[in-house]
């Protein structure tokens, strides 16, 4: 037997008034992810550019956009089927305060291909109270999770 293997979904788009969420890649204004990720989240401390193009190429990338400005950026590292992680999900400090979080982290949890996971997990220092808004808690058996580092890393 032999699998095709693809991962090639139609962009999502949702709207509200004045902001536009979208999964299309074209849309992604790398300088900008790339300047907020590199010089004012807590998370990326050795982001290069190289590294965010790998990160872009090989997760489901949202961007939130003011007109065609981008505002905000969050990806999806999963396998559409079981398992999602949420990763470096942040709106740009001019429009923080608007609910822009809130109706983005609805949006992304609403993308019909990954409807039928059954474990999203993402790490925060410091937004737990958003997240728990949408279902998410903190581990209820934390001696099952495990990390690995690489030293070199």
Known sequence: MTA???TAFAPVTYTNNLFTISTDPALLDE?????YLAHESYW????TPEKLRRTLQFSLCYGVYD???QVG???VITDYTTFAYLADVFILPSHQGRGLGKWFVGCILQHPELQSLRKWTLNTRD???L??????QTDPKPENYLVYRPENQ
């Open 127 to 129: 937004a737990h109270t």
């Open 31 to 35: 300088a900008v992810i790339f300047n």
């Open 73 to 75: 950026f969050a990806r």
């Open 44 to 47: 990326w401390t050795d982001l």
């Open 4 to 6: 095709t293997i693809s």
């Open 67 to 69: 007109g065609a400005r």
């Open 131 to 136: 997240y728990q808004r949408f279902g998410f």
